[in-house]
C-alpha cells in the first residue's frame, strides 16, 4: 500500500507542472483581421503580392482586388489551388466579410504558412476606401445621378448591400417590408454593391456591406451597418425625421 501511495504521488506532482503550464500558457488567439489601410500598405510592401478571394467564381469574375487570384473554398479540391503559394511569404485573404477568409486563415498558419492576413470587412471595405479592383460591371446608377435622388427627397433611406451576403439578403427582406407599407413619407433607394462599385467608393460612406443610410435634406442623419438595428428602430427614426 505503501509503495502504490508513492507511486501515485508522484505521478501527481509530475504531471502538475504540465497541467499548470497548459492553464497559464492558453494557445495564442488568432490575429484579427486587417485594417485596410493596413491590408493595403502591407501589399503595397510585396513584389509579388500573394492575395487570395475565397468568394465564388461568380463573384471573383464580378470584381476583385487587383492581382487576387480566386480559391473557391466550396470546390471540393480548393486545396490544389493552395499549392501554387510560398508558405514563407505573406499570403493575404479577403471575401464579402471575414467568415470564410477566417476559415482559410486559420486551416493555412495550421500548415506552416507563416504570416496569413484577412482584410476586415472584405472587399466592400476596400472598394468604398477608394482602393484600386476589377470590375466587369459598370454603375447601374451614377454618383451624379444618386445625388440628385438624395436633394429632390426629403427623407430617404438607402440599403447598400449584395445578394452573395447572407446579413444582406435579411436587410433586404427589412427594407422590402418597409417599401410595401411605405406611404410615400420617403423614398426608398436599395442598391447591389457589385452593380455599383464606383457610386461606394464616390460616397465614401461604405466600410462594409450592408450598409442602411437614412437621410434627411440631402444629409446623413442615421447609418448603421450590419445586422445592428431592426425594421422598428428604422420606422421609428423616420417617425422622428418626418415630424
Not at 7 to 30: C, D, E, G, H, R
Not at 114 to 136: C, D, F, H, M, Q
Not at 202 to 226: F, H, M, N, R, S
Request: net charge positive; hydrophobic share 40%; proline share 5%.
Amino acid at each position: 500500500m505503501t509503495h502504490k501511495f508513492i507511486i501515485a504521488a508522484l505521478v501527481v506532482f509530475s504531471t502538475a507542472p504540465v497541467m499548470a503550464q497548459t492553464a497559464t500558457n492558453p494557445a495564442p488567439a488568432a490575429p484579427a483581421p486587417l485594417s485596410v489601410d493596413s491590408f493595403a500598405a502591407r501589399i503595397s510592401r510585396q513584389s509579388k503580392p500573394q492575395i487570395i478571394d475565397v468568394r465564388t467564381p461568380e463573384e471573383f469574375v464580378i470584381n476583385h482586388i487587383n492581382g487576387a487570384i480566386n480559391v473557391d473554398l466550396k470546390a471540393a479540391n480548393y486545396l490544389d489551388g493552395l499549392k501554387q503559394f510560398d508558405k514563407k511569404q505573406p499570403v493575404f485573404i479577403y471575401a464579402i466579410q471575414n467568415y470564410r477568409p477566417g476559415l482559410l486563415a486559420k486551416e493555412l498558419r495550421e500548415n506552416g504558412y507563416t504570416e496569413v492576413y484577412e482584410l476586415k470587412s472584405g472587399i466592400a471595405n476596400w472598394i468604398g476606401s477608394g482602393r484600386p479592383y476589377y470590375s466587369s460591371i459598370k454603375n447601374v446608377l451614377s454618383f451624379s445621378e444618386y445625388k440628385k435622388i438624395i436633394a429632390g427627397n426629403k427623407v430617404v433611406l438607402v440599403d447598400i448591400g449584395t445578394k452573395y451576403c447572407g446579413a444582406c439578403v435579411k436587410v433586404k427582406l427589412i427594407v422590402d417590408s418597409l417599401k410595401s407599407e411605405s406611404n410615400n413619407s420617403y423614398e426608398i433607394v436599395q442598391l447591389e454593391l457589385y452593380n455599383n462599385p464606383q457610386l461606394a467608393a464616390d460616397l465614401k460612406e461604405i466600410q462594409a456591406v450592408p450598409t442602411v443610410i437614412l437621410y434627411k435634406d440631402g444629409k446623413i442623419a442615421w447609418k448603421k451597418t450590419g445586422l445592428s438595428f431592426t425594421k422598428e428602430e428604422i420606422t421609428a427614426e423616420i417617425a422622428k425625421i418626418n415630424k
